[in-house]
């Protein structure tokens, strides 16, 4: 299940539905109008299973916040192009599938992703795949 904070304008909410990509917003279809505080959105994805949480704060760019239940997207990159970057991101061949992302906090950004993963102590950099362009 994929989880967009408030942060993420609607705009593209409605890309992503467009491609084909689900996606529940906090305040309107799933948790409660306002809920920007950590530590509540943290609980909330505790209840969840296989959730990832799409978000511009910077804040839940941290590797305490690694869980098994869930992965916690940092989008560093503007607001009007999330939709673009989370397609990206969840057809990445590092994170394309739920078992591929759990446990891990990620940080994407339009060079590079980083991410903390579960059990492990290291920051990893991976960069985005080359776009094969048609002729």
Request: charged share 30%; glycine share 4%.
């Amino acid at each position: 299940m994929n989880i967009l904070d408030e942060n993420i304008i609607n705009s593209q909410h409605q890309q992503l539905l467009a491609a084909s990509i689900r996606g529940r917003r906090i305040g309107h279809e799933i948790g409660q109008q306002g809920m920007d505080d950590k530590d509540r959105i943290i609980r909330l994805l505790h209840s969840l299973r296989q959730s990832n949480f799409f978000t511009h704060d910077s804040d839940f760019y941290n590797r305490r916040l690694r869980h098994l239940r869930y992965c916690i997207v940092h989008l560093r990159v503007e607001e009007n192009e999330a939709a673009e970057y989370i397609h990206r991101f969840l057809r990445h061949p590092d994170f394309k599938t739920y078992a591929k992302r759990l446990g891990k906090v990620v940080q994407v950004r339009p060079t590079v992703i980083r991410y903390w993963q579960l059990n492990d102590p290291d920051e990893h950099l991976v960069n985005w795949p080359r776009l094969h362009r048609r002729k």
